[in-house]
């Protein structure tokens, strides 16, 4: 499986479909390179969202909080 590294994020909707695009910015005076996008139906994604806040849930119970990003 490949792993890709992501600091940026960009999400969007239609009525059939989540896109969550994922990428890169290096410096905050360029463009983001966005290299990967998922697309899935809104379920799995409502589904991905529970998983996500779950797993940090656990996370910050046994490691640390997580501090929210500004920016």
Do not use: C, W
């Amino acid at each position: 499986m490949e792993g890709r590294s992501a600091n940026h994020f960009e999400m969007a909707y239609t009525k059939f479909e989540f896109l969550l695009d994922f990428g890169q910015a290096y410096d905050t005076s360029e463009q983001p390179l966005l290299h990967t996008r998922i697309i899935m139906t809104p379920s799995s994604a409502k589904t991905l969202s529970k998983m996500l806040a779950h797993l940090i849930e656990q996370y910050e119970g046994e490691i640390r909080v997580i501090e929210e990003r500004t920016s």
